[in-house]
């Protein structure tokens, strides 16, 4: 299609099929037993056919239209239990040091305002050095509603962020001690009737 959406952050795509996948699989070996069930909006396509659509730079409108409605998820991870679901975003960063409770995580306000998603789940990926693929571990900080998230104040596109940076985008501006512990929030969809 000659575009994406994960040209902010050279890693974008990378980081969040990593961590999906580690999320994924963590609810699965933790809780399968007690009857949850996960899965990711991947699954509800056939990932060959992505990439071959993609590869040959299909025109044809039934492609594109296949390949817009994977890459632009309703949502990352779904957790169902006894009929109930609750959907999740998941955020990931990646960092050389450890992470600390007195960090921020800068949010995108245009994520707020799409349907479908109840949890913000945020992680870190931290490396032994700058190299992307010098992996040291992931870090799950927690989770916070999608409600809570809105309620932070907003770093605004093009003022300078704690860290230096220019914020490229709009963003709310959560912080790491914040978020609670995500096996709470599986845990309290396990008493859910």
Do not use: H
Not at 100 to 126: A, C, R, S
Request: glycine share 4%; charged share 30%.
């Amino acid at each position: 299609m000659c575009y994406d959406k994960f040209t902010v952050t050279e890693n974008d795509s990378f980081l969040g099929y990593l961590s999906e996948y580690s999320i994924k699989n963590y609810i699965k070996r933790k809780f399968i037993s007690n009857g949850i069930i996960v899965s990711s909006w991947g699954d509800n396509y056939d990932i060959k056919k992505i990439n071959n659509i993609v590869n040959n730079n299909s025109n044809k409108k039934e492609d594109l239209l296949y390949v817009k409605e994977y890459f632009y998820d309703k949502y990352d991870l779904k957790i169902e239990y006894n009929n109930n679901y609750i959907f999740l975003d998941i955020k990931t960063a990646e960092t050389t040091y450890e992470p600390k409770d007195t960090w921020n995580f800068l949010y995108p306000v245009i994520q707020t305002k799409k349907d479908g998603k109840d949890f913000v789940v945020l992680n870190y990926y931290v490396k032994n050095s700058k190299n992307i693929t010098d992996f040291k571990k992931f870090v799950l900080v927690g989770y916070m509603s999608e409600n809570d998230v809105k309620k932070y104040d907003i770093q605004s596109a093009g003022t300078k962020t704690e860290k230096g940076t220019l914020s490229q985008i709009d963003n709310l501006k959560t912080y790491v001690k914040d978020y609670k512990k995500f096996d709470n929030l599986i845990y309290s969809l396990l008493l859910e009737k």
